[in-house]
């Protein structure tokens, strides 16, 4: 009876949020593999140009190992939200990311063909983020009252990682 009184979202709302969460895990797996990509390119072309060093191939895979932490925290957050257990936010949040080696494998393997692709693939992995944040994201976050918070985490991440392009190169 008592639940009765207080139901909690509606099965619709609920199939929103599912909806808006399986976009965001998508959205974020297509992501890492063009970063995968990279870094395979990265390891793999080593010792072929002046700028192929193991430094620079380091440096990139820990820029992009930095921002993986909070690529997963967004998988597994908004699925704690819903209810689920932290195990399993756990594994979705990994899961999201291994894509991740398979596109270092491809990359190192296959980094003459690889090389020109990256742009295009790198640009289509921020093209789905930007998707997801912009449909998804902003609204999620306007409408649960968060917008102010929203801003200013949006305005410090893009200072983080500004600040990291300059300080790794």
């Known amino acids: 009876e008592q639940e009765a009184s207080n139901p909690g979202p509606s099965d619709a709302a609920r199939s929103r949020s599912w909806r808006r969460l399986m976009l965001l895990v998508i959205a974020v797996t297509i992501h890492n593999f063009p970063e995968g990509l990279a870094v395979g390119v990265g390891f793999g072309a080593v010792g072929t140009t002046d700028k192929a060093t193991l430094q620079a191939a380091e440096i990139l895979t820990f820029g992009i190992g930095i921002q993986n932490f909070p690529e997963g925290l967004a998988v597994s957050l908004p699925m704690r939200r819903m209810g689920y257990s932290k195990w399993w936010c756990f ?29 295009y693939a790198l640009s289509f992995a921020a093209g789905a983020m930007i998707y997801v944040v912009i ?31 300059v300080a790794l190169g």
């Not at 991740?100 to 296959?110: K, R, S, T």
């Not at 999620?140 to 305005?155: D, K, M, P, V, Y």
């Open 135 to 165: 449909d998804s994201i902003v609204p999620e976050a306007q409408t649960r009252g968060n917008s102010t918070l929203a801003t200013w985490g949006a305005i410090a991440g893009f200072l983080v990682m500004m600040a990291l392009d």
């Open 91 to 119: 594994f979705y949040g990994q899961l999201s990311g291994m894509v991740e080696p398979l596109g270092g494998y491809l990359g190192a393997a296959a980094v003459q063909f690889a090389e020109p692709i990256l742009p």
